[in-house]
Structures are given as C-alpha cells and as structure tokens.
C-alpha cells in the first residue's frame, strides 16, 4: 500500500524597518522587512511547519524556540536543512509542495524562479514539484495594510521504500 502524508502549514510575520526582507532564501529588495528572532522568512516557515505537520512533529517553535540565541538572525534555508533531516530520518522523501506568500507589496514575481530554485534544492526534489505563488489580498486587512506578510504551504511525502 503506498503510503502518502500530507500536511499545511501558515506563518505571519510583521513588516518593519531597517530589516531584510528575505522570502524563500532570497533577499528582495524593499524599504522594509519582515520582524523575526530568525531572519523571519515566513515562507519558509509555512513549508517546515507544513513538513513537521505531515509526520506529526509538531512546529517549528517546539524545534527552534525563539528564545534559544543559537537562532537569532539564522537563515531559515538552514532551519529547513534540519527538518528535511527528520524527515527523511523516517523514511520520507518530499512527493510535491504547493504555497502561497501574500503580500501587498512588492511585487514577487521576479523572485519566484530564485525561490523555487532554493526550495527544490533544499527539499531535495525537483522545481517541477515546487510551487510558489504570490497574491496582494487587494488592501484588505493587515496585508493590505502592509503590515505583514503571510505564507501557507501545503506539502506530500511518500515512504521511501514503497515507491
Ligand atoms: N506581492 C505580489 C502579489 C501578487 N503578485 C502577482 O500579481 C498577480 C495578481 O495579484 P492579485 O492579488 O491582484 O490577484 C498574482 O497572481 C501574482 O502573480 C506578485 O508578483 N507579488
Ligand atoms: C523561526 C524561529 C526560530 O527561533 O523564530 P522566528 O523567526 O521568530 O519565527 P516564528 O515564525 O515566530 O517561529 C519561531 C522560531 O521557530
């Protein structure tokens, strides 16, 4: 029987100055960026909560505890690194992830191609099952505010042996 798990993650973080604004292991250019103990790369964070979810690990707070200074200001590609370690430490490999980070501002689409090459690498799968969308949420609520950035993600695994 093939076994396939599936899990969702959705992180916020808040817009602020003089922070980078960094979405998917890529740094984009912007008057502000996004508030975090790590370098607060709310994509990210949806996908490893999403891979956690699908294996029922918990989240990434009970992983990296934002109190922990070993992950003040750390890349968050590397925090993925360690959860696709528990991941495939279980006998799963990633099947596909779909995700959207919505944002008023700026405009995603030129960074999408850079973020998909990033993630594939990191998920060890192939850009062709890595999905990153952008949507504004047409000025309503705190997005459209531009207060924050929100991203969900929703990821498959498949048993490595089963394939
Ligand atoms: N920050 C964003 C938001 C959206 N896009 C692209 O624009 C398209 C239209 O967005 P709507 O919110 O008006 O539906 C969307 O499909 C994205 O391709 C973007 O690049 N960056
Ligand atoms: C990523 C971690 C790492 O300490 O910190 P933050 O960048 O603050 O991000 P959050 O989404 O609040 O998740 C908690 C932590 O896991």
Known sequence: MLS???GIGYDVHALVAERSLILGGVEIPHERGLLGHSDA???VH???DALLGALALGDIGGHFPDHDPK???ISSLALLEHVMKLIESQ???VGNLDSIVMAERPKLAPFISKM???LSRTMHIEEACVSVKATTTERLGFVGREEGIAAQAIVSLKKVEEE
Do not use: E, P, T
Request: net charge positive; proline share 0%.
């Open 4 to 6: 396939i798990k599936v």
């Open 41 to 43: 790369d709310v994509l």
């Open 46 to 48: 949806a996908i490893m």
């Open 71 to 73: 992950y003040r200001g």
């Open 91 to 93: 006998g799963y490999r």
């Open 116 to 118: 998909r090459f990033n």
